[in-house]
């Protein structure tokens, strides 16, 4: 099986190894990266609060808790 990914010029890179995953690129997923020229200055205040504290946590999706502690963080109350 190892043998097709070599011949092909693919090389395998195990993730899940720490000493890897160290050395690898860091790359973000944002769910609002494409869509923030479009948004309202608090819509905008809000995505960037919502793809800092994703990036911090190493999350790709929040539950509603950790919205709600982004959107207080940001002074909002109810």
């Given at each position: ?54 990036v911090r946590h190493r999350r790709r999706f ?17």
């Amino acid at each position: 099986m190892s043998q097709g990914l070599e011949s092909s010029g693919e090389v395998f890179v195990d993730r899940r190894n720490p000493a890897v995953a160290a050395t690898a690129p860091v790359c973000e997923r944002r769910q609002f990266a494409n869509s923030h020229e479009n948004l309202s200055a608090a819509a905008q205040e809000l995505a960037t609060a919502i793809d800092e504290y994703k990036v911090r946590h190493r999350r790709r999706f929040l539950s509603y808790e950790e919205m709600l502690a982004v959107i207080e963080a940001l002074g909002y109350h109810k």
